[in-house]
């Protein structure tokens, strides 16, 4: 039986632009501390195939299906003022696949670059690739740059998509990066975590508070290896063209119920420290 549909007067800055939203997510949008959510979220968008396979389609749909569950993850990510979202799109893993459906792929980062930007401006959100896009076919560059330019003034999350993109080729253009500033200069000197951070492609934004991966695959998958020394990692069962708003907002319940201590421990309560 489908849920009903109603909106939430409760929550006004919330649902506002949001449209109708179901029982289940306002459920869910209760239980939500608006004050600890993550600043930064990464997702690993997994199961297209699979969820194609499911039903006896191509996995080119499943591509196709998966463009949704991204266009609500980015709005509802963007209502919510998350500082920063990167979706890992393509990775130069992902070169290995079946010609046909690489072409697939590039086609359809295109379409949905240029059908997404009126969602990114209403949305104040500002559009940027990462990964190493100089090997990347001159329309899709292109679709890219204007998409970027075309951003870069609105002033609200960060959208990353992650596209011919390795967290170890990440590390290694950082390397490179430094190697380059030094131009011969300290040549030996000792090479700082810092150094590393600051020649990231995400430099300019706090590390992933947040890791999502759908489909239950239990890896990080070259993803942000530096970023994510001390993300919380959320997997969940659903298939990416599944992973709708109530998903999303699940994730982050299960994120606010998580400690963090980096790497430290509790303070012990007062009366143990007697």
Excluded at 93 to 112: D, G, H, T, V
Excluded at 151 to 166: E, F, Q, R
Excluded at 220 to 240: D, G, K, P, R
């Amino acid at each position: 039986m489908p849920h009903s549909r109603l909106h939430l007067p409760t929550l006004p800055s919330l649902a506002d632009g949001f449209g109708p939203i179901t029982a289940e997510e306002s459920d869910l949008l209760e239980k939500l501390d608006l004050s600890r959510l993550p600043r930064h979220i990464a997702v690993i968008m997994d199961g297209n195939g699979r969820w194609a396979k499911r039903r006896h389609l191509p996995r080119i749909a499943g591509h196709s299906a998966g463009t949704q569950s991204a266009r609500i993850t980015i709005e509802t990510c963007a209502r919510l003022k998350i500082e920063a979202l990167t979706l890992y799109a393509f990775s130069v893993e992902n070169w290995r696949r079946p010609k046909a459906e690489i072409e697939f792929l590039m086609q359809l980062l295109r379409e949905y670059v240029r059908k997404e930007l009126p969602l990114l401006q209403r949305n104040n959100v500002r559009m940027r690739f990462i990964g190493r896009p100089e090997e990347l076919p001159e329309a899709v560059q292109r679709e890219t740059r204007e998409a970027t330019a075309a951003t870069a003034d609105n002033s609200g999350m960060i959208l990353n998509i992650a596209v011919n993109y390795g967290g170890r080729a990440e590390i290694v253009d950082a390397l490179n990066a430094i190697v380059a500033e030094r131009n011969g200069h300290s040549a030996h000197a000792p090479i700082s975590e810092e150094q590393i951070s600051r020649n990231l492609y995400t430099s300019d934004i706090p590390d992933p508070d947040l890791l999502i991966r759908t489909s239950g695959e239990m890896r990080v998958s070259n993803f942000l290896l530096w970023q994510i020394a001390y993300a919380e990692i959320f997997v969940t069962e659903t298939l990416w063209p599944d992973f709708n708003r109530a998903r999303l907002l699940e994730s982050l319940i299960d994120f606010q119920k998580r400690e963090r201590r980096y790497g430290g421990i509790d303070a012990p309560p007062a009366s143990a420290a007697r």
